[in-house]
């Protein structure tokens, strides 16, 4: 599995017709999922069949007692939707990192018409979960050929 984390930015405006997401980046025709985390409130908007609809939003969560901000994350499955796109809710451009990842990373189907639900990114294979006390650090390959979260 490669996963490279990018970054884009989080516009202030809805998206409308005329509006392209990062879905036709290199990488989103090869994976099956996008895991997206932002430090500011972010909607994720998906396009299915031509229209735009808010799939999730991203919150940031500020420890008063550590000042600090725990990023929140969300996943999308690709095969739901032809684009994502990312709007601010904070009144200005806010940076979002997101990464592509070729593993199946939704629920299966446990009823019929039951939609499956998006899992956490602890829960894609070979990621180690996220926890407040790795807040600044980066996702990284250790020594031992495994994921980690490292301080640089």
Do not use: C
Request: aromatic share 10%; hydrophobic share 45%; glycine share 8%.
């Amino acid at each position: 599995m490669s996963m490279k984390l990018n970054k884009s930015t989080a516009g202030v405006t809805a998206p409308d017709a005329g509006s392209t997401g990062f879905g036709s980046e290199g990488q989103a025709a090869s994976a099956n999922a996008v895991i997206i985390v932002g430090f500011a409130e972010i909607e994720v908007y998906g396009l299915n069949g031509g229209a735009w609809s808010l799939i999730d939003t991203i919150e940031k969560f500020f420890d008063n007692t550590a000042h600090s901000v725990t990023p929140d994350h969300t996943t999308v499955n690709l095969a739901d939707y032809e684009d994502v796109f990312f709007v601010s809710k904070s009144g200005q451009e806010e940076t979002v990192r997101f990464f592509f990842v070729e593993d199946a990373v939704v629920a299966p189907h446990i009823l019929p018409g039951h939609q499956p639900d998006a899992l956490k990114l602890e829960d894609v294979s070979d990621v180690p979960a996220f926890t407040q006390a790795d807040a600044g650090k980066i996702l990284s390959v250790d020594a031992q050929g495994n994921l980690a979260w490292i301080t640089r």
